[in-house]
Structures are given as structure tokens and as C-alpha cells.
């Protein structure tokens, strides 16, 4: 997957939508509650990766207020909003790329909310190496977002999302939890688990040793 032209459509479509974005995000706010929930008492430090307009801060921020978070996103303009919030003062952001924005520490957790879902298992294998990196041992890293449960519906979005010119640009490819799962594995992650809410999984949670 080209990441420089996929990075590229992908800030130009969150310029766009940035306007309006939390009018429709705010309804879906049980899976960024459910990042909270899963958060350990004892977190001080937080690197967001996809942090947009930062709904998944606003719970954050209600249970751990001291907590300091850096918060990276390729828009801008979706930072912008996540300026105005009233913790914006316990909050680093960085507009840049999470694959290669220097993240600058060790973190107690790295979470992500509804940002992971366009990249093929090669490219999350180089976010998961740097998400690693990131943490602190005993460090923690949950991503809320969509995955399959089985390879071939994983395979048929990748295969579309490489054929397609007219695909949408946005396209999301999410990929299936056994691919997330060994990918993790192999980088050294364990206690590898997926949440379930309504009959879908979607909280990814993994642990640095
Ligand atoms: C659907 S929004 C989610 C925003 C927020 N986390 C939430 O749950 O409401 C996805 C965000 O990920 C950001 N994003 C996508 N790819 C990125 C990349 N490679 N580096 C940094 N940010 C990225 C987009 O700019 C967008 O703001």
C-alpha cells in the first residue's frame, strides 16, 4: 500500500469533514468510553495515535484529569477542535504522520480510537514495531476500532482497495483479529485480547512485557 498517497487522501478527507465531525462521532461514544474502562488506575502518560478532534479524551479526562496526553494527527484542522477542549492545556499535539512523527518518550499507554483501519498487515506491522517502542515496559496499547473474524473478509477489501481507481478514497480495510493478533505476537506484545460489544469485537488491547 502506497502510505504517501494514502496519507495524503486521508488528510484532505479529515480537512474536509472536520466541520460536522462531532455531530455524528458524539453518538458513538461507547467505544471511546470503553478505552477508559480498560485504561489501569496508575496511567500518568498517553500518546494518542489518530486523535482527531479528541472525543476519546473527553472520558479520559473525566476519570484520570492529571493525566498528560500526546495526541498525533496528519489534520490540522480535526487538532484544531481538539484545542478548544477544556483539558486542551494537559494536551501535546503533534499534526504529523504516526509513521514517522518522532513520538518523543516512553508512554504508560498508547491508545487509538476509529483511526487504525487502512492499512495493510505490512504497514501495521511497522506502526505496531513504533507503538512498541513507545511504551514503557509494562506499558499498554488499545485501539477501539473495527476488525473482522475471519481472513477472506479481510482479503476481499485489500484486494478491491488495490484493483479499484473508483474506489472511495476513505475506503476502510480493516483487517482480521488472527492477523492482528500474530502480528502483535511477533513483535513481542502479549496478553493479546479483543472486547466484544453488541455481537462485534472491537477494543483491541495488547501489553509490552
Ligand atoms: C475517524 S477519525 C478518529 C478521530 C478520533 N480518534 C475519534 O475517535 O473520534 C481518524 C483520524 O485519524 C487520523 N489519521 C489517519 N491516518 C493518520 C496517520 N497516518 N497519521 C496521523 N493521523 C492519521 C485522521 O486525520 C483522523 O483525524
Redo the contacts with the bound molecule.
Keep these: 500500500m502506497n ?1 504517501i498517497k ?2 495524503a487522501e ?2 484532505a ?3 474536509r469533514k472536520t466541520e460536522g ?2 455531530d455524528v ?1 458524539l453518538a ?1 461514544m461507547n ?2 468510553i470503553a478505552i477508559t474502562t480498560a485504561l489501569p488506575a496508575d496511567i500518568c502518560t498517553v500518546l ?9 479524551l473527553i472520558p479520559l479526562f473525566e476519570k484520570f484529569p492529571d493525566v498528560r496526553v500526546t495526541a ?4 490540522e484542522s ?2 484544531g477542535v481538539l484545542k478548544t477542549r477544556p483539558f486542551a492545556d494537559r494536551v501535546t499535539c503533534i499534526a ?4 514517522n ?1 518522532d513520538f518523543g518518550g516512553h508512554y504508560d499507554a498508547v491508545i ?5 483501519h ?1 492499512f495493510d498487515p505490512d504497514n501495521k506491522r511497522m506502526l505496531y514495531r513504533r507503538i512498541f517502542e513507545a511504551l514503557r515496559p509494562g506499558g499498554i496499547y488499545l485501539n ?1 476500532d473495527r476488525f473482522y473474524e475471519n481472513i477472506e473478509d479481510q482479503e476481499i477489501d485489500l484486494v478491491q482497495y488495490a484493483e479499484d481507481p473508483n474506489r472511495f478514497p476513505h475506503m476502510d480495510t480493516p483487517l482480521a483479529m488472527s492477523v492482528e493478533t500474530a502480528l502483535l505476537k511477533d513483535i513481542g506484545f502479549t496478553d493479546i485480547a479483543f472486547d466484544e460489544l453488541d455481537g462485534r469485537y472491537f477494543l483491541n488491547r495488547a501489553v509490552k512485557p
Excluded at 498525533?72 to 489534520?75: A, E, G, H, I, R
Excluded at 504529523?96 to 509513521?99: M, T, W
Design positions: 502510505l494514502r496519507n486521508m488528510k478527507f479529515f480537512d465531525y462531532d462521532h458513538l467505544d471511546k494518542d495515535l489518530g486523535a482527531g478532534t479528541g472525543l476519546e498525533v494527527d496528519l489534520s480535526m487538532l504529523g504522520d504516526f509513521f512523527t487509538s480510537s476509529a483511526a487504525l487502512h477501539s
